[in-house]
């Protein structure tokens, strides 16, 4: 009987096909599994056939239904592996097969694959140049030494035309797997012997000295970090019937050459729009670190503890449960880590005050001065100016550049505010309590002032969702870890900055210049959704994660292809919770689970009616507050600030009115500072933007009255969905 295995290839087509064609995979690979190979080769069903002129003479395709066809690639050496590739539109299956060639690796005996034809149609004109250029990238290792780390004859001759990494880099691509990876390697200095130990010794089978050849069986055996072998119709069924989980932690060629990057000098950054995988870029990155050093501790952190809690889930999908790698992560919001710093050098639990009651102190001290100034003002220069660039007296506070505030300030009203914050601080100081911001400072300096061959326990920090990090924040980790190759790897979207932090990572001991790599294809949402989703946001980009310039979203594409997003408006709020229910029950009909659908508002008030609309409606819902279980069903409820680094297949936004998005109370007004005005009308933006943008397949966003001004014309309502 045939066994099946699936290509990490087959997750990226898989999770974006319709209900009726996921039905079909599952009955194909039910069938596939029931014959005998000689049965599979005759059977009119499933209708396995050659691809013509295909570079892999092993490449096949079978029927999911008229429309869509599997790509397989067959055993031609007696065996009954046979491997699942993708699942793609039938006219595009032949083109799609056509082109791949998989081969086994001559030293880790994995199986590759590699875009044959774009290779041989570079390589010529790379030998052009090459002859008249300067130095060689590996002119220094011989054909031997490459052909032992298992560069075959193909990669050989492409590889002594490159000049320089990143042209390296842009031909990675086209390569195969482990051999470019090889390549990587030694193109930042590695010795070959350190990349056998590392790259090839680690995945060569024990026994592969005894065995010439590989059969495509054992090659798939010896692929677990990229192939998944399954034996039989209870695993088939199985691994199909949850295929979000695997989705969520697999990597793509462009992003694992960032994760897998042998090593960087120094501290490392990635950005790019929302679905370009920095999270998963950012898990992959812990794994590289702990396989490549054994006994390295890993702080893997981010700013909410509902992304921190998804993160560990993650990590440990990603690590198989491993407990000795996991035991070396520790997985935690930055504020959390400054609480466990200073507990552990003062012996006592900290006391934090929470926002609402600093918002409450700022407010009795702008009362009781009688200042020109509001409490918000004085809060957002305390954060923004003080606490920001770590001011410690009135001296240093005159003469300090306010760095991205909008109202000047003459001597005397700077010594009007800090006489407010010299009161605030007295104020913070009687309650016994400190605020998260302050703690980090405080955790910072003790970090800092610490013994240093003691230090935090850590040797690598890898931070998520890095836009909203205060200062005070990146002070704490920066103390949290010593200087050195690999010492940051931070991932973030300036384009989903929610919180109002001004960073120079620079002045923070952070520099990335050099290190800096920008994503640009979304493997998550639709085109559709993206297109719809980024007009929510200005044309004129965002400060950048560094805090030296400036992002756009230029150039950012999704591969994938659906529905438009729904947008409507309806007369009252039971009308719109009807939609809603509605909306979901026809998500559900189509084979949506409930805890792949999310629905979030602007404030926790809104969520809470929906809460009672849903459950009325006989809908099982959860709040994402309450960290379910990956496994509970239960729609996920939501605050739009809260669905930052979240991600669904369906996705509803409501109550997106005009007095909702933008929220008046949070936006400055003009006459107090402009250019904090229009930093609050962006956050506001960008909250309904990371809001939208968490859906992978479908968005329906409503509102009551009148919508939302940033808000784009609502389209057409879409005829069908869309296929590719």
């Known amino acids: 009987m045939p066994q099946l295995a699936f290509a990490n290839s087959f997750w990226q087509s898989y999770e974006t096909l319709e209900k009726p064609v996921r039905a079909g995979v599952r009955k194909a690979m039910e069938k596939f599994q029931q014959l005998s190979i000689a049965?599979?080769?005759?059977?009119?069903?499933?209708?396995?056939?050659a691809v013509h002129y295909a570079r892999d003479s092993r490449m096949r395709t079978i029927r999911i239904n008229m429309s869509w066809r599997g790509v397989v690639l067959a055993?031609?050496?007696?065996?009954?592996?046979?491997?699942?590739?993708?699942?793609?539109?039938?006219?595009?299956?032949?083109?799609?097969?056509?082109?791949?060639?998989?081969?086994?690796?001559?030293?880790?005996?994995?199986?590759?694959?590699?875009?044959?034809?774009?290779?041989?149609?570079?390589?010529?004109?790379?030998?052009?140049?090459?002859?008249?250029?300067?130095?060689?990238?590996?002119?220094?290792?011989?054909?031997?030494?490459l052909r032992r780390l298992g560069i075959d004859d193909q990669v050989l001759r492409a590889a002594r035309t490159i000049v320089d990494k990143p042209q390296l880099e842009a031909f990675g691509g086209l390569l195969p797997e482990d051999q470019f990876e090889v390549l990587q390697y030694l193109a930042e200095?590695?010795?070959?012997?350190?990349?056998?130990?590392?790259?090839?010794?680690?995945?060569?089978?024990?026994?592969?000295?005894?065995?010439?050849?590989?059969?495509?069986?054992?090659?798939?055996?010896?692929?677990?970090n990229r192939i998944t072998l399954v034996t039989g119709l209870d695993e088939v069924a199985e691994i199909l019937a949850k295929p979000f989980d695997a989705w969520r932690v697999f990597l793509h060629p462009a992003q694992h050459r960032v994760?897998?990057?042998?090593?960087?000098?120094?501290?490392?950054?990635?950005s790019g729009g929302p679905g370009t995988g920095k999270t998963v870029v950012a898990l992959h990155r812990v794994k590289h670190l702990l396989d490549r050093h054994p006994g390295a501790r890993v702080?893997?952190?981010?700013?909410?503890?509902?992304?921190?809690?998804?993160?560990?889930?993650?990590?440990?999908?990603?690590?198989?449960?491993?407990?000795?790698?996991?035991?070396?992560?520790?997985?935690?919001?930055?504020?959390?880590?400054?609480?466990?710093?200073?507990?552990?050098?003062?012996?006592?639990?900290?006391?934090?005050?929470?926002?609402?009651?600093?918002?409450?102190?700022?407010?009795?001290?702008?009362?009781?001065?009688?200042?020109?100034?509001?409490?918000?003002?004085?809060?957002?220069?305390?954060?923004?100016?003080?606490?920001?660039?770590?001011?410690?007296?009135?001296?240093?506070?005159?003469?300090?550049?306010?760095?991205?505030?909008?109202?000047?300030?003459?001597?005397?009203?700077?010594?009007?505010?800090?006489?407010a914050v010299e009161a605030f601080l007295a104020e913070v100081a009687g309650t016994g309590a400190r605020t998260h911001l302050q703690l980090c400072d405080d955790a910072a300096g003790l970090l800092a002032d610490a013994d240093p061959a003691a230090g935090s326990g850590f040797d690598h920090v890898v931070v998520d969702e890095a836009q909203d990090l205060h200062p005070a924040q990146w002070r704490l980790l920066r103390a949290a870890v010593p200087p050195g190759p690999d010492d940051f790897f931070i991932t973030g979207d300036p384009h989903q900055r929610i919180y109002d932090s001004h960073v120079s990572l620079d002045a923070l001991g952070l520099p990335t210049t050099g290190r800096r790599i920008r994503l640009r294809i979304n493997y998550r949402s639709t085109e559709e959704i993206l297109a719809w989703a980024t007009r929510l946001l200005p044309d004129t980009g965002v400060a950048d994660?560094?805090?030296?310039?400036?992002?756009?979203?230029?150039?950012?594409?999704?591969?994938?292809?659906?529905?438009?997003?729904?947008?409507?408006?309806?007369?009252?709020?039971e009308a719109e919770f009807a939609a809603l229910v509605q909306r979901i029950n026809h998500w559900r009909d189509r084979g949506v689970p409930t805890s792949e659908i999310g629905v979030c508002t602007r404030f926790r008030t809104t969520l809470d009616r929906v809460y009672a609309a849903l459950v009325a409606a006989g809908i099982p819902a959860v709040r994402v507050r309450d960290h379910p279980a990956t496994g509970n069903s239960g729609v996920r409820l939501a605050t739009m600030h809260a669905m930052k680094g979240l991600e669904f297949r369906c996705v509803a936004v409501v109550g997106v009115t005009a007095e909702a998005v933008p929220y008046a109370r949070e936006i400055t007004p003009v006459a107090v500072d402009r250019i904090q005005h229009d930093g609050d009308l962006l956050r506001e933006r960008c909250a309904l933007f990371v809001a939208c943008t968490r859906a992978r397949e479908e968005l329906h966003v409503s509102w009551t009255g009148t919508p939302s001004p940033f808000l784009p014309p609502t389209p057409a309502p879409a005829a069908g969905p869309a296929q590719g």
């Open 39 to 49: 049965e599979l080769h005759a059977d009119k069903g499933l209708h396995l056939e």
């Open 75 to 145: 055993p031609d050496d007696g065996g009954d592996t046979f491997l699942l590739l993708a699942v793609v539109p039938h006219d595009e299956a032949y083109g799609w097969a056509a082109k791949r060639l998989y081969t086994v690796n001559t030293a880790t005996r994995a199986l590759e694959v590699r875009d044959v034809d774009a290779i041989e149609q570079l390589t010529p004109a790379l030998e052009r140049a090459a002859a008249g250029a300067s130095g060689l990238l590996f002119a220094g290792h011989s054909d031997q030494t």
């Open 189 to 224: 200095g590695f010795t070959p012997e350190e990349v056998y130990r590392d790259v090839v010794a680690d995945r060569r089978p024990a026994d592969a000295d005894a065995r010439p050849t590989e059969s495509l069986h054992r090659a798939i055996t010896n692929t677990r």
């Open 259 to 270: 994760a897998y990057h042998p090593a960087y000098p120094g501290p490392t950054q990635v």
């Open 299 to 419: 702080l893997l952190t981010t700013y909410t503890t509902e992304l921190a809690g998804t993160l560990r889930e993650h990590l440990e999908l990603l690590l198989d449960g491993d407990r000795e790698r996991l035991a070396r992560v520790e997985v935690t919001t930055v504020n959390a880590l400054a609480v466990r710093v200073v507990r552990a050098a003062t012996g006592r639990m900290p006391y934090l005050l929470g926002d609402a009651a600093e918002r409450q102190l700022w407010r009795q001290v702008a009362d009781r001065l009688a200042l020109p100034q509001d409490e918000r003002f004085l809060a957002q220069e305390y954060r923004q100016v003080i606490l920001a660039q770590r001011i410690g007296d009135r001296t240093g506070y005159l003469r300090v550049a306010r760095l991205g505030r909008g109202t000047a300030l003459g001597p005397r009203q700077r010594e009007q505010v800090w006489q």
């Open 545 to 573: 994660l560094s805090g030296d310039g400036t992002d756009t979203l230029t150039g950012y594409r999704s591969l994938l292809r659906g529905r438009q997003p729904h947008a409507a408006g309806h007369p009252t709020e």
